[in-house]
Antibody, heavy 118, light 108 residues
């Protein structure tokens, strides 16, 4: 059974760095043609792609957020980590990780709620 | 970056009626790599159809996807009570991956 679970702080202060971890089960970060993606959703708004880490270490980022994002893999723990610097209240929302087959997101975690406030 | 525009923003229908949702891309979606998701409050998106007419595992056949190039549709043949939700289209042909703004299907 494939599952993904996001973990990280629920509250961060403006200018701080957010670190979110996606723990995978039922598949490996090293499986061929598989990727792990981070997507966020501000309250009441649309889904927004953040970053994708592909099985062969090919990483992709949102062009508008590229300078603030880093996606990495911990193969020993079967986890994918997203860091986002210089957090702002507009970054408040639910952060999802997902498994991609090719680039199609076919499984999603339940999401992690992140609030940016002083 | 491919921009996906969904219409209408809200669709008010009754159970048993047919729903047709539209997704228009700002440029041709390569290999028709277009998917549709359903999302209910407090839940993650659920994959419905992809490529763009292949139903995901366990999805009822009242959901069907169609289209090619820049114009795609999701049709729900007969709305069930559990189908009232927000539907989003998604292109996975090019990086960055992009999503439409969503169509809310509400009970009339």
């Amino acid at each position: 059974q494939i599952t993904l679970k996001e973990s990280g702080p629920t509250l961060v202060k403006p200018t701080q760095t957010l670190t979110l971890t996606c723990t995978l089960s039922g598949f490996s970060v090293s499986d061929e043609y598989v990727g792990v993606v981070w997507i966020r959703q501000p309250p009441g708004k649309a889904l927004e792609f953040l970053a994708l880490s592909y099985w062969n270490d090919d990483n992709h980022y949102s062009p508008s957020l590229r300078t603030r994002l880093t996606i990495t893999k911990d193969t020993s723990k079967n986890q994918v980590i997203l860091t986002m610097t210089n957090m702002d209240p507009v970054d408040t929302g639910t952060y999802f990780c997902g498994k991609s087959a090719g680039w199609l997101v076919d499984y999603w975690g339940q999401g992690a709620q992140v609030t940016v406030s002083s | 970056e491919i921009v996906l525009t969904q219409s209408p923003g809200t669709l008010s229908l009754s159970p048993g009626e047919r729903a047709t949702l539209s997704c228009r891309a700002s440029q041709t979606v390569g290999k028709n790599y277009l998917a549709w998701y359903q999302q209910k409050p407090g839940q993650p998106p659920r994959l419905l159809v992809y490529n763009p007419s292949t139903r995901a595992t366990g999805i009822p056949d009242r959901f069907s996807g169609s289209g090619s190039g820049t114009d795609f549709n999701l049709t729900i043949s007969r709305l069930e009570p559990e189908d009232f939700a927000v539907y989003s289209c998604h292109q996975y042909a090019y990086s960055p991956l992009t999503f439409g703004g969503g169509t809310r299907v509400e009970i009339k």
